[in-house]
């Protein structure tokens, strides 16, 4: 079997009659809103990870809320992929592709391979169903399926068939099809079904007709699989081989809460979160209102400025302020975090980013707010900007961002976006005692004979001292007016202005100094260096290594800080003839670069509201390595 990062079509070897092992599948399921796709993805994705294979998911929700059923903007999606040894995406294409009718078919058949499965829910294939998704002629009966191993089964039959004895109505037990469509694919490769039945008896509490009507849909899918003779082969996939420790599946947003909560009584500081609910960054919300065991308090605000102001007064008190929102949200924040970083108080802004501009497509993913982050307030105002690369890369990111901001008082701005916000993967659980240390000190009762000097700053990270209100001797002014330094009085002097305009920002630049070596997949020299931050982390890591496996002087590297940008980036970027950053915008951290380093970043877009491609990367990076040469 390989250990390659790879989509090109699988490895297989027979282990004994009827079973083939393969080391690597990608399962797409697709269908409307309404038929569970999101569900059914996620119960494959919770079994397989506890069979100790590696996954990498890929959640694709449509962006219209209620789009008419049946019809193209109503498709939702979900694909996973699951292998035998280390991943770093969720698949190019896929390898089997539920169908459950045609418009899930015609907006997902031109990515499934050629020789991939095609599982068709034959009962949603009417006239009516085929106009909706603008077909003239049906695609099974005009060759346009040829290539593929189409297996056609009426789902809607074949559950309500298994459901005679149900209670529900037809209505439903039409809704429990998805469950024997996984049922089937559970069978396809050897999946166990307990996992699924206890978390569906866990999700359906309250409503056991409901979770009895599901597991027998289930069964009679796995049943109907094993008995029929068009499915002559099924399939398994060995455990990956992972470092030793417990691991649990888990999703970008859920990796980033844990990662503030865990900095939180790491600091023992407490978390406020004020927040207003948006796509796709609304679940942060709903996981850290779970943690209040944890001395977690969560708000939600009538819109997004009340959200960051009441984090920001939080902030003021002593606790550690966070907001969440995405990109349209940071833009109606953006004069609050100002006044966040003339009071220089830790505030944490998480902007989980989507595909803009306006609302733009609210369930698609992109990174297009890096500038919006750098430089989207008025005057001088820097504040620290760090991303997350992958769903498990939040954790650390959640709690680089509290140790950030309390060690420097410094408000930090957190890029994530759709694809890690909702994506997932097998992540170690940390050693708690291993993580950073994080110490969050308050500035002392104040003396009889001092007056109290709310901006004397710490000599080594210029932070000024955290002043709890109604703490004695530590009275203060705060505000969005300009501060005289040390003292914190109002001051309207040229002099004493550009003093802290140039202090802020030296106080951003010096957190470079506290960051570690950029460390490269690859050589630290040589013909092309791929740069990357965020998202596009995978599909670079997965391209590039199979083209350093043929031969090429390539690397890769990923930034974590993108203000400050670590202090050793530059010599790195020098260390190659061309550097190259794909980026799911037009190209802005390569600007920066470029205006900064005076280096020519060659900059590889993409806008489309999808994630890079590893064969798409790869193509590109070849065509650069023949310009080198």
């Known amino acids: 079997m390989t250990g390659t990062d790879t989509t090109n079509g699988l490895t297989t070897s027979t282990l004994e009659s009827g079973i083939q092992e393969l080391d690597q599948v990608v399962i797409r399921f697709a269908g409307d809103s309404g038929d569970g796709m999101q569900l059914t993805g996620d119960q494959f994705t919770r079994t397989t990870a506890l069979m100790g294979n590696d996954i990498a998911t890929f ?18 999606a979900f694909q996973l992929r699951f292998s035998s040894f280390d991943i770093h995406t969720p698949g190019d294409a896929p390898d089997v592709l539920v169908a459950m009718n045609p418009a899930a078919l015609k907006a997902h058949i031109g990515q499934l391979k050629k020789n991939g499965i095609l599982l068709l829910n034959t009962a949603s294939f009417k006239p009516l169903d085929l106009k909706k998704a603008t077909y003239t002629v049906d695609p099974r009966t005009d060759g346009s399926l040829d290539g593929y191993r189409v297996i056609e089964i009426d789902l809607t039959a074949r559950t309500r068939e298994a459901l005679t004895e149900s209670d529900l109505d037809n209505r439903g037990k039409d809704r429990c099809k998805n469950m024997y469509a996984l049922g089937i694919l559970y069978w396809l ?9 206890k978390a569906l008896a866990l999700k359906f509490a309250k409503k056991p007709a409901i979770v009895e009507a599901n597991l027998k849909a289930m069964a009679a899918g796995h049943a109907y699989a094993e008995t029929v003779e068009i499915f002559q082969v099924s399939y398994t996939v060995a455990p990956a081989k992972m470092p030793a420790g417990t691991y649990r599946n888990i999703m970008g947003n859920q990796a980033l809460c844990l990662g503030l909560v865990a900095a939180s ?25 779970g943690y209040k065991n944890h001395g977690v308090v969560t708000f939600q605000a009538e819109d997004e400025i009340a959200a960051v102001c009441a984090a920001i007064g939080a902030s003021y008190t002593g606790r550690l302020g966070i907001t969440s929102t995405s990109g349209p949200g940071v833009a109606l924040k953006a004069e609050a975090i100002g006044l966040a970083i003339m009071a220089e108080l830790p505030l944490i802004v998480l902007n989980i980013q989507r595909a803009g501009p306006s609302t733009g497509m609210p369930t698609k993913t992109q990174q297009a707010d890096l500038l919006q982050a750098m430089y989207g307030r008025n005057g001088e105002s820097p504040m620290v900007v760090i991303a997350c690369s992958t769903a498990a890369d939040a954790f650390e990111v959640g709690y680089e961002a509290v140790r950030i901001a309390t060690k420097y008082m410094v408000p930090v701005m957190v890029l994530s976006d759709g694809y890690i916000a909702n994506g997932s993967e097998p ?15 308050y500035a002392p009762e104040g003396k009889p004979d001092e007056k109290f000097k709310p901006y004397e700053r710490n000599p080594e990270t210029l932070a000024r001292p955290w002043a709890k209100p109604g703490t004695k001797g530590l009275v203060h002014r705060i505000g969005g007016l300009e501060k005289q330094d040390i003292t914190g009085n109002i001051s309207y002097d040229p002099d004493n202005h550009q003093h802290m305009i140039d202090t802020r920002a030296d106080k951003v630049a010096r957190v470079a100094n506290d960051l570690p070596p950029l460390v490269p ?27 350093q496996e043929q031969g090429h002087k390539i690397s890769c590297a990923f930034l974590r800080h993108l203000n400050p940008l670590p202090n050793d980036l530059e010599a790195l970027m020098r260390s190659f003839k061309k550097v190259v950053l794909p980026e799911l915008n037009k190209g802005q951290l390569a600007s920066m670069l470029r205006a900064k380093y005076l280096i020519d970043v060659k900059s590889y877009s993409q806008v489309n509201g999808q994630p890079f491609q590893s064969h798409a990367v790869e193509d590109y990076m070849r065509n650069v390595l023949q310009e080198v040469k």
């Not at 490769?189 to 039945?197: G, I």
């Not at 992540?427 to 000190?441: C, F, G, M, S, T």
């Open 59 to 76: 959640p694709d929700f449509p962006a219209e809320i209620r789009a008419p059923a049946g019809t193209l903007p109503g498709v939702s």
């Open 189 to 197: 490769f050897q999946r166990e079904v307990e996992p699924t039945q």
């Open 427 to 441: 992540w170690k659980l940390p050693d708690v005692d291993a993580l950073p240390k994080i110490e969050v000190n």
């Open 265 to 289: 009584n790491q600091g023992n500081v407490p978390l406020f979160l004020g927040s207003y609910p948006i796509t796709p960054a609304s679940d942060v919300l709903h996981q850290l209102s």
């Open 521 to 547: 997949i690859g050589e630290k020299s040589g013909d092309v260096l791929v740069l990357g931050w965020g998202s596009p982390r995978g599909a670079i890591t997965a391209a590039v290594t199979r083209l």
